[in-house]
């Protein structure tokens, strides 16, 4: 069985429970706050928990190294969406302790690519 035939086993059962019931709540970000973070997998229960943010209170975005690359790409479109068509009043950019994106070399991302078989012509585009 497949991690997602798992996913969406377990999902359906969730849904049949009315698992989500106590997670109901507006798109409003109650504490009028935005969280851009890292995708990092250590953060995913630890950075809520940490800031006693539970579900509704905020919106979080997160990226590789909580970065934001292009000033119109989709993480900044993200945080102006949340800024000024829900409420949020404040951005919070929270970063980690050892995170994978310090440690990443493009040239070496990129000769892991070609060798997972993405072709030189995908560079060229
Ligand atoms: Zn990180």
Do not use: W
């Not at 377990?10 to 019931?21: A, D």
């Not at 706050?33 to 905020?58: A, I, Q, Y």
């Amino acid at each position: 069985m497949s991690l997602l035939t798992d996913i969406l086993e377990f999902n359906g059962q969730f849904v049949e429970e009315k698992g989500y019931e106590p997670y109901i709540t507006t798109k409003y970000p109650n504490k009028k706050l935005v969280v851009l973070s890292c995708m990092d997998s250590r953060l995913v229960e630890l950075l809520p928990k940490s800031m006693n943010l539970r579900n509704g209170d905020v919106k979080i975005v997160k990226s590789a190294g909580a970065i934001v690359n292009h000033p119109f790409g989709s993480i900044m479109r993200s945080i102006l969406v949340a800024l000024y068509e829900l409420n949020a009043e404040e951005v919070f950019v929270v970063g980690h302790y050892d995170c994978g994106m310090s440690a990443v070399d493009s040239e070496t991302m990129i000769k892991h690519m070609k060798e997972r078989g993405i072709s030189d012509e995908t560079f060229d585009i």
